[in-house]
């Protein structure tokens, strides 16, 4: 089974910065696409970052020049680096990882969440 957790949420002022980690672990022994998504309250999930499998990145109008997607394949991680936060970036925010099993089978699944707060 694969498991998909995400860290590294929490209060920040705005302006600040924060960096999110997705890992991927269990029988995951690859990651071959990512991406970060996330929902306001009252808002549907909205796509923020992503990784596709053939490498291409995209990220939403609202953060660009201000968030990084990146990934380490030997640790099977992936990160989402927030700078310039603004209120509007308040949301919890979720992974969705793809990849394949030890078993030469493919898994998506997304983590459970992690919750960023910009506020003074």
């Known amino acids: 089974q694969v498991q998909v957790v995400e860290s590294g949420g929490g209060l920040v002022q705005p302006g600040g910065s924060l960096r999110l980690s997705c890992a991927a672990s269990?029988?995951?022994?690859?990651?071959?696409?990512m991406g970060w998504y996330r929902q306001a309250p009252g808002m549907e999930r909205e796509l923020v970052a992503e990784?596709?499998?053939?490498?291409?990145?995209n990220y939403a109008d609202s953060v660009k020049g201000r968030f990084t997607i990146s990934r380490d394949n030997a640790k099977n991680t992936g990160y989402l680096q927030m700078n310039s936060l603004k209120s509007e970036d308040t949301a919890v925010y979720y992974c969705?990882?793809?990849?394949?099993?030890?078993?030469?089978?493919?898994?998506?699944?997304w983590g459970q969440g992690t919750k960023v707060t910009v506020s003074s």
């Open positions: 969705r990882a793809q990849g394949r099993t030890r078993w030469g089978t493919d898994y998506d699944y």
């Open positions: 990784i596709t499998r053939g490498g291409s990145i």
């Open positions: 269990g029988s995951a022994v690859s990651m071959n696409a």
